[in-house]
């Protein structure tokens, strides 16, 4: 058969020039599902009506001087500058060890048990590329942070959602759905706690139940803990610290949350020998290494004094607790975060069921973007009511933003 060429055109099993009745998508098919993010949509409906973005989960003041002066530093010294190590730099890989440590009593050895990656997003992808086969099936809750599902996609994997559901005021999690969600293809569980979007905090007896299981079907599990510093009711407990997970858990974390400074993104996992070796030869072929000079930064982050990581709590404990309640005040049903920088609300008090419709229509009822919890459901119905909002901003953009809530109530 010979390669058809515009002689071709015109014969009568050649459509010839303009469009083909089935052209080859460009979007590689395992992504055709995804389309743009919610937040590029809504951050630009932000911009083209002046609102208020509460909806994508950016602080609107950047972290601490020091920190940015180290960067300053870092790139004046030329240090980071030329590609670092791929494992990340050492002054990082320890900071981190030292920080597992200091705050949860986990000993990890910096060179064969820390690897720097790009963010947590970074992180997350190389984590299901490394471990996932096609076929295998990965069990996350939902709704779940959005790359989630793209990641496990593009592994081939098949993502089996456990839904966490609203109940007196908290969502939580169904330990006996979980437990049913497991099949002999089980993979990984891919866990998120504090989480996002709901804020739930998983107890530490809710912990205890994900690891026995994990054990007793010999499961990995990929914890995303980019929140562990956000707690503002309980505790954050690593799921590491629990019998048997030490060896069969992947923790990743971020600067991005706890240092305020998303743009940098160094993120990186704790794991072991085995699993870090694993994940590295995913990452090494994404990024390869990323972030030199802020690396640097962050390792001297990783070791502001315990102040800071309160400070930063309670500041955002504060609005936490000014959004929830100018939320409840407009007439939103509120679930109070006991972690993360976000709230989700329920819209049914105002009237309203579809999420997607109210969050496209309310920066111009009243100059506020949010985003719809549907986004991060496979289960989409599930999610249809609820409504997320962040509170990573300023007091005064919290407050002005509230008072523009409030003329919603009543159907105004
Ligand atoms: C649960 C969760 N994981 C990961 C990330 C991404 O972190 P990073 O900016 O470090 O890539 C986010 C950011 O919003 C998140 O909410």
Same mark, same amino acid.
Request: charged letters at 20%.
């Given at each position: 058969?010979?390669?058809?060429?515009?002689?071709?055109?015109?014969?009568?099993?050649?459509?010839?020039?303009?469009?083909?009745?089935?052209?080859?998508?460009?979007?590689?098919?395992?992504?055709?599902?995804?389309?743009?993010?919610?937040?590029?949509?809504?951050?630009?409906?932000?911009?083209?009506?002046?609102?208020?973005?509460?909806?994508?989960?950016?602080?609107?003041?950047?972290?601490?001087?020091?920190?940015?002066?180290?960067?300053?530093?870092?790139?004046?010294?030329?240090?980071?500058?030329?590609?670092?190590?791929?494992?990340?730099?050492?002054?990082?890989?320890?900071?981190?060890?030292?920080?597992?440590?200091?705050?949860?009593?986990?000993?990890?050895?910096?060179?064969?048990?820390?690897?720097?990656?790009?963010?947590?997003?970074?992180?997350? +992808? !190389?984590?299901?590329?490394?471990? =996932? /086969?096609?076929?295998?099936? *990965? $069990?996350?809750? %939902?709704? @779940?942070?959005?790359?989630?599902?793209?990641?496990?996609?593009?592994?081939?994997?098949?993502?089996?959602?456990?839904?966490?559901?609203?109940?007196?005021?908290?969502?939580?999690?169904?330990?006996?759905?979980?437990?049913?969600?497991?099949?002999?293809?089980?993979?990984?569980?891919?866990?998120?706690?504090?989480?996002?979007?709901?804020?739930?905090?998983?107890?530490?007896?809710?912990? +205890? !139940?994900?690891?026995?299981?994990? =054990? /007793?079907?010999?499961?990995? *599990? $990929?914890?995303? %803990?980019? @929140?562990?510093?956000?707690?503002?009711?309980?505790?954050?407990?690593?799921?590491?610290?629990?019998?048997?997970?030490?060896?069969?858990?992947?923790?990743?974390?971020?600067?991005?949350?706890?240092?305020?400074?998303?743009?940098?993104?160094?993120?990186?996992?704790?794991?072991?020998?085995?699993?870090?070796?694993?994940?590295?030869?995913?990452?090494?072929?994404?990024?390869?290494?990323? +972030?030199?000079?802020?690396?640097?930064? =962050?390792?001297?982050?990783?070791?502001?004094?315990?102040?800071?990581?309160?400070?930063?709590?309670?500041?955002?404990?504060?609005?936490?607790?000014?959004?929830?309640?100018?939320?409840?005040?407009?007439?939103?049903?509120?679930?109070?975060?006991?972690?993360?920088?976000?709230?989700?609300?329920?819209?049914?008090?105002?009237?309203?069921?579809?999420?997607?419709?109210?969050?496209?229509?309310?920066?111009?009822?009243?100059?506020?973007?949010?985003?719809?919890? +549907?986004?991060?459901?496979?289960?989409?119905?599930?999610?249809?009511?609820?409504?997320?909002?962040?509170?990573?901003?300023?007091?005064?953009?919290?407050?002005?933003?509230?008072?523009?809530?409030?003329?919603?109530?009543?159907?105004?």
């Amino acid at each position: 058969m010979t390669t058809p060429t515009e002689h071709d055109a015109g014969r009568a099993d050649n459509p010839g020039p303009g469009p083909r009745p089935h052209p080859r998508p460009l979007l590689n098919r395992r992504l055709a599902e995804f389309g743009t993010t919610i937040f590029a949509e809504m951050s630009a409906l932000a911009q083209k009506t002046g609102a208020i973005n509460l909806g994508q989960g950016f602080p609107d003041t950047d972290g601490p001087e020091e920190v940015r002066e180290a960067a300053v530093r870092a790139l004046r010294d030329g240090r980071g500058n030329q590609y670092p190590p791929g494992p990340g730099v050492p002054e990082l890989r320890t900071a981190v060890a030292d920080h597992q440590l200091g705050r949860y009593g986990l000993s990890f050895d910096p060179d064969t048990e820390v690897l720097v990656t790009a963010g947590a997003t970074e992180a997350i +992808a !190389a984590s299901l590329l490394a471990l =996932v /086969e096609p076929g295998d099936e *990965v $069990v996350a809750l %939902e709704p @779940y942070y959005d790359s989630y599902a793209a990641c496990i996609a593009l592994a081939g994997g098949t993502r089996v959602p456990v839904t966490l559901r609203p109940h007196e005021g908290r969502y939580v999690l169904d330990l006996d759905e979980l437990r049913a969600a497991v099949t002999p293809r089980t993979r990984l569980i891919l866990l998120n706690s504090p989480h996002n979007p709901t804020g739930t905090v998983l107890s530490r007896a809710e912990l +205890a !139940a994900v690891a026995a299981l994990a =054990v /007793e079907r010999d499961l990995l *599990v $990929v914890t995303d %803990e980019v @929140y562990e510093h956000l707690v503002f009711d309980g505790e954050h407990v690593p799921l590491a610290s629990f019998p048997g997970m030490r060896e069969r858990t992947v923790t990743i974390s971020s600067a991005g949350k706890t240092f305020s400074f998303t743009g940098w993104k160094v993120g990186w996992i704790t794991a072991s020998p085995a699993l870090v070796a694993a994940v590295r030869g995913a990452k090494q072929f994404l990024t390869y290494v990323s +972030a030199g000079p802020f690396q640097y930064a =962050v390792a001297e982050a990783l070791r502001l004094p315990a102040a800071y990581f309160t400070a930063l709590r309670d500041d955002l404990r504060a609005k936490r607790d000014l959004l929830s309640a100018g939320l409840a005040d407009a007439g939103f049903e509120v679930y109070r975060p006991a972690g993360t920088y976000f709230v989700t609300t329920d819209i049914r008090p105002l009237g309203e069921s579809d999420g997607f419709a109210f969050c496209r229509a309310l920066p111009e009822r009243c100059g506020v973007v949010a985003v719809p919890n +549907a986004v991060f459901y496979d289960h989409r119905e599930q999610g249809a009511p609820f409504v997320r909002f962040a509170f990573c901003k300023r007091t005064e953009v919290i407050q002005d933003a509230t008072a523009r809530l409030k003329t919603l109530a009543g159907g105004a």
